[in-house]
């Protein structure tokens, strides 16, 4: 059984923090889980353009207000607490905080944990695994 409080992973190697967002990836591919597991934070008036090539994801909005859109058509859709949005096609999208949001994300195949996203708005699947105890 593997036990991780989210609260001493924000103060480990586990957080990622980047240009409009920061993540704390609970579970991770040296995990052996098959995915991986992360509360991510979208910081307020952040927009995101991105395009996960290298995996799926599902994203769940545990708070705040904003807007995901597939470029594929253009649809704008609302993103508030209790809303999930799943990117099952690797899909180009754009992300958008009108407030600060709190996601819980799951990708498949799983992170290694230091990914941050490429040009191109997708994370490599060879970067660098975070090491701490499980």
Not at 52 to 74: M, P
Not at 126 to 133: C, G, L, N, Q, S
């Amino acid at each position: 059984m593997i036990v991780r409080h989210l609260q001493e992973a924000e103060k480990s190697d586990r957080r990622i923090v980047s240009e409009g967002w920061e993540s704390t990836r609970l579970l991770l591919k040296n995990d052996n889980m098959g995915f991986s597991f992360h509360i991510t934070t979208i910081y307020e008036g952040a927009n995101l353009h991105l395009h996960y090539q290298n995996h799926l994801e599902s994203v769940y909005c545990i708070s705040g207000e904003g807007s995901v859109t597939a470029e594929s058509d253009g649809v704008e859709h609302e993103i508030k607490a209790g809303s999930i949005y799943i990117l099952d096609q690797n899909d180009k999208h754009n992300l958008r905080a009108k407030t600060e949001m709190k996601m819980a994300c799951v990708f498949n195949p799983p992170l290694h944990g230091k990914e941050v996203h490429n040009a191109e708005g997708a994370y490599e699947l060879d970067a660098e695994e975070v090491k701490d105890d499980k």
